[in-house]
């Protein structure tokens, strides 16, 4: 039988004497010990109770469900054994501040994909680890993505997947029902450059500017089209679930900004959605856009600010951002330069 590490070991390792790297892996651990609890309350599904219920509203006004709550109250609850100052969660207007004076800040969602709840479709938890800043909880959130120290989610379905980097690489560990440990089973997850599957939600397509419209366009033109070869697509409504695919597989996912209210400026949130995914998808060879530069260079200006996110295989990546902001890209659909332009994609 295969000997797959466990995540304490390969923690230990990995952090050796050094005492900031300690605090990291103890962080760690407390979020994948609140994930497996988590994990057993998604499987119970209504054997542990009405866990859809509506019981109120978050500060950007998305609906909150039982579970959702539950999973944010068990991750404060975990985080506050760890050396954790501060809490910034999807489910609480402003930060939390657990133990002042503690080297790291947690930025959170609890339960990604709770619309998935009651159907028996993936949801997850994604995580991403922050140095704390003397300036308080507030500025520690204001950070770019670039100076995350370890980003996650674990992902509840069939399996319960951690994806874990802390900067060294992306790691998959799996959760091992028979002594309920994590063990490694990807010690280097690599997202292939080049893909023919992307992740869209298509219901919106009206609601989107052209220049999106006319790649998705391209892409269902397959190989009779500009890009000469066939696409598939995928879309899961939980993007935890969308990133263990193409982490595993490859592939591209877009959340654009759309025409919608309140869409404006995308959906997902910076520090708590994007930020981590991203640092995960550059460390395993891919990249992370909101359409017009690194997702880990942006700036954040509030815990909950939303964001366009184009995540996957780099040159698909970096095709989209030139669909969106070179309309000489746009193939057969740019205004000016059709079949026969000089400028055809």
């Not at 954790?84 to 503690?102: F, I, K, Q, R, Y």
């Not at 991403?128 to 370890?150: D, K, M, V």
């Not at 654009?256 to 640092?279: K, M, S, T």
């Not at 040159?315 to 400028?343: C, K, Q, T, W």
Request: proline share 5%.
């Amino acid at each position: 039988m295969t000997n797959f590490e466990e995540l304490s070991d390969w923690l230990r390792g990995w952090a050796g004497v050094d005492a900031s790297r300690r605090d990291i892996a103890d962080t760690v651990l407390a979020l994948a010990d609140v994930g497996r609890e988590i994990s057993a309350l998604v499987a119970a599904g209504p054997l542990a109770g009405d866990q859809s219920g509506i019981v109120g509203e978050n500060s950007d006004g998305d609906l909150q469900k039982l579970l959702d709550l539950a999973s944010h109250r068990d991750v404060l609850a975990a985080l506050a054994n760890a050396p954790v100052a501060h809490v910034g969660s999807e489910e609480a207007p402003e930060p939390v501040t657990l133990n002042s004076g503690a080297p790291l800040a947690v930025a959170v969602d609890p339960l990604d994909g709770s619309s998935n709840i009651g159907v028996n479709l993936p949801m997850g938890t994604i995580f991403s680890i922050l140095p704390a800043l003397a300036a308080g909880a507030e500025a520690s959130f204001r950070q770019t993505g670039r100076n995350q120290l370890a980003a996650g989610f674990l992902v509840y379905g069939p399996m319960t997947e951690l994806a874990l980097t802390v900067g060294s690489g992306t790691h998959v560990f799996v959760l091992d029902r028979r002594d309920e440990t994590f063990r490694l089973v990807n010690g280097a997850a690599s997202i292939p450059h080049a893909t023919d599957e992307f992740s869209i939600n298509a219901s919106n397509y009206r609601h989107w500017n052209e220049a999106l419209r006319a790649y998705i366009d391209d892409c269902l033109a397959g190989d009779e089209g500009v890009r000469t070869k066939n696409f598939n697509m995928r879309w899961y409504g939980s993007l935890v679930a969308e990133a263990s695919r193409i982490l595993t597989r490859g592939g591209v996912f877009l959340y654009p900004a759309d025409q919608r209210h309140g869409y404006g400026d995308g959906r997902l949130r910076l520090v708590y959605e994007a930020n981590p995914i991203a640092f995960l998808v550059e460390q395993a060879g891919g990249a992370a856009s909101c359409g017009s530069g690194a997702i880990l260079d942006q700036v954040p200006d509030d815990l909950h600010q939303r964001v366009p996110l184009i995540f996957g295989a780099w040159e698909e990546v970096e095709r989209i951002e030139r669909y969106l902001n070179d309309p000489h890209s746009m193939g057969d659909h740019a205004p000016l330069f059709g079949r026969r332009g000089l400028f055809r994609a």
